[in-house]
């Protein structure tokens, strides 16, 4: 019986024609010997099941910074940018849902510079009475 290991882990797999990992879940067609010919291992990405809980939270910072609070952009960018890391890192799903809380974010923070940006505007030009009419 021929030894295999997993190029992604390390781990040994069972001979056979097609298997999965047990400790990574990469699924690979494994070489079968016959007369010394040896065929060549294909490595399969097998999908991210598991979904990293920072990109929800990200998700749900967006959500609550536009219903109650708009100081929680910054922290939900940032949230988000370390949801993408750890899903890239780890095989983790999430990493779309990381990109749309980031980018929700991003016009949230672009919304209130506008708004500053026009609340400021009013009270230089009206000053901080308010603008009189005659």
């Given at each position: 019986?021929?030894?295999?290991?997993?190029?992604?882990?390390?781990?040994?797999?069972e001979s056979g024609e097609v298997?999965?990992?047990?400790?990574?879940h990469q699924v690979f067609?494994?070489?079968v010997r016959t007369n010394t010919v040896v065929r060549e291992v294909y490595v399969q990405?097998?999908?991210?099941?598991?979904?990293?809980p920072a990109a929800t939270a990200a998700l749900v910072l967006v959500i609550l910074n536009v219903?109650?609070?708009?100081?929680?952009?910054?922290?939900a960018i940032v949230l988000a940018r370390l949801a993408r890391t750890d899903a890239r890192k780890n095989n983790l799903s999430g990493e779309g849902l990381a990109t749309v809380a980031e980018v929700i974010a991003w016009i949230?923070?672009?919304?209130?510079?506008?708004?500053?940006?026009?609340?400021?505007?009013?009270l230089v030009i009206c000053g901080p009475n308010g603008c009189k009419t005659a």
């Open positions: 019986m021929v030894e295999w290991q997993c190029p992604h882990c390390g781990a040994p797999l298997t999965e990992c047990r400790y990574c067609d494994l070489p990405q097998v999908p991210a099941t598991r979904r990293t219903i109650f609070c708009p100081v929680l952009c910054i922290p949230e923070v672009v919304f209130l510079v506008f708004i500053g940006i026009v609340l400021a505007g009013s």
